[in-house]
């Protein structure tokens, strides 16, 4: 079975600057996706980024970008010029493209705090 | 649309009483899945479903039941609650395995004493 640990319950951050967040995964399949998603205190999921295993090349969204490593299996999430707004507990997640039923598995979630 | 809908928000049940946790979706997925959510530990599924009459099981389905009889909606049932069922729940739904986005209800926090 996958697995996915982000090693990092908390990080801060001052408002501004760049922070990245771990998150690596074990896996013996070669197609897979991975997401981060966040979570606001109001507790709604929004898909923040994701990354399909195939793709060399690292997804960016505006002040989102993901460092991924397919070898090392790592999948890190930096957020540059932080905002307040960017608080929130961010969750890392993987999908099999192999498996039916679109089952996310996560971890276990880092808290970002932003300062300002 | 309203996207994924759940009631109730909050919940508070004594421990061998059930009730059903609704979902509704009107985007006209194909797929819908329940996870749980517990400090430490991320999100569990629960449950899933690839489409009406087609339900299987996640990684923790002890002590829940699930049924899909419309594309729209899919509840969740604990039969005889039990403190360990204390958690936030969500429901997600999504188009199916071509796009790849899943969206989330706003959950339900279900404590159980």
């Known amino acids: 079975a996958q697995t996915v640990t982000q090693s990092q319950p908390e990080m801060s951050v001052q408002e501004a600057e760049t922070v990245t967040l771990s998150c690596t995964y074990d896996?013996?399949?070669?197609?897979?996706?991975l997401f981060w998603y966040k979570q606001p205190p109001s507790r709604q999921m929004i898909l923040v980024i994701r990354q399909e295993a195939y793709k060399q090349q690292n997804a960016t969204e505006n002040r989102f970008s993901v460092n991924f490593q397919k070898a090392a299996k790592s999948f890190s999430l930096k957020i540059s010029d932080s905002q307040l707004g960017d608080a929130a507990m961010y969750f890392c997640a993987y999908r099999s493209a192999r498996e039916y039923g679109n089952k996310l598995v996560f971890g276990a979630g880092t808290i970002l705090r932003v300062k300002s | 649309n309203a996207g994924v809908t759940q009631t109730p928000k909050f919940q508070v049940l004594k421990t061998g009483q059930s009730m059903t946790l609704q979902c509704a979706q009107d985007?006209?997925?194909?797929?819908m899945s329940w996870y749980r959510q517990d400090p430490g530990m991320g999100l569990r599924l629960i449950h899933y479903?690839?489409?009406?009459?087609?339900?299987d099981q996640g990684e923790v389905p002890n002590g829940y039941n699930v049924s899909r009889s419309t594309t729209e909606d899919f509840p969740l049932r604990l039969l005889s609650a039990a403190p360990s069922q204390t958690s936030v729940y969500f429901c997600a739904s999504s188009y199916g395995d071509r796009v790849h986005e899943q969206y989330f209800g706003p959950g339900t926090r279900l404590t159980v004493t």
């Open positions: 985007m006209n997925h194909e797929y």
């Open positions: 896996t013996s399949e070669s197609d897979y996706y």
């Open positions: 479903s690839v489409g009406a009459g087609i339900t």
